[in-house]
């Protein structure tokens, strides 16, 4: 069977956090098939260039009328906008109790809050013509939530859960809505969540800083990821898309539906140390 080219889907892209680690291949991706890029970092900077790029300035903390006005951007330079994927998304390791409780907030409402605005902007300009797909990239996290990332694997989850909500209330639209779950992916995520060096955290926290290092160091590479998006966009998928390891992406999920929800917490303990 001939290779379908994503072109032949989707004319036009925006890639939120397309600087570096999953955005960065997903945008690679796209234009290797044909898609005209619209990439955007906190750092414009970092984007790359060539043909089929084209680099923008966008920060999640800078609220709701940025990110109207980003998808406004793209819909006025390439004349529609096709396809959305939101990865743009930071972690912040710490104890609930540890961290200020502004630190959870702000990842919450930029995370959260101004991902519902990117969301919503994408979903309008979509529906008056009846084309296109809206992919949240959220985290297993949002099943096997990670200690001491709790802010993050709220954010995660609603980020899930808004993207269900979206395909429950269009389903006649024309537009596809799919919550892409990565596992573990050999990025750069690791090195930036630390809110204070980890030698200064308790105990537990650094079993658990460990354990993810030791994990993410083994992970695959972040092309798997764009592959397995690759898949689910030309087969026009909605709902969840898990990717990773075999173990990560099927068999976790596959025993967690099976063990006990008090047995799959110790396991979950035990595996990061923090009993």
């Known amino acids: 069977m001939p290779r379908i080219p994503l072109r032949s889907r989707f004319r036009t892209a925006l890639v939120t956090g397309a600087g570096s680690g999953l955005g960065r291949v997903f945008a690679d991706m796209l234009r290797s098939e044909g898609v005209e890029v619209w990439g955007t970092s906190r750092r ?39 396809l959305l994927v939101h990865n743009a998304g930071y972690g912040v390791f710490g104890g609930i109790l540890d961290q200020p409780l502004a630190v959870w907030r702000a990842q919450l409402d930029e995370m959260l809050g101004s991902s519902l605005a990117l969301n919503r902007a994408a979903f309008v300009a979509m529906a008056t013509r009846r084309h296109g797909a809206i992919v949240n990239v959220t985290s ?63 105990a537990a926290a650094q079993r658990v800083a460990r354990r993810l290092d030791a994990t993410l160091a083994k992970a695959p590479h972040a092309e798997r990821a764009a592959r397995d998006l690759r898949r689910a966009l030309v087969q026009g998928r909605s709902g969840v898309v898990r990717s990773g390891s075999f173990f990560q992406a099927v068999l976790a999920p596959l025993g967690a539906r099976l063990v006990p929800l008090a047995l799959r917490r110790a396991v979950m303990a035990r595996y990061f140390g923090v009993r």
């Open 140 to 202: 297993m996290a949002v099943e096997f939530p990670i200690p001491y990332l709790s802010g993050y694997n709220i954010a995660k989850a609603g980020l899930a859960a808004l993207t269900e909500s979206l395909l429950l209330e269009a389903p006649a639209a024309g537009i596809s809505f799919v919550d892409f779950r990565p596992g573990d992916y050999r990025t750069g995520f690791n090195q930036t969540m630390f809110a204070s060096p980890p030698q200064t955290l308790p």
């Open 44 to 82: 414009p900077e970092s984007l790359p260039g060539g043909e089929g790029f084209h680099p923008a300035a966008f920060d999640l903390a800078a609220g709701d009328a940025a990110a109207e006005a980003l998808v406004g951007q793209v819909e006025d330079e390439s004349g529609g906008l096709d």
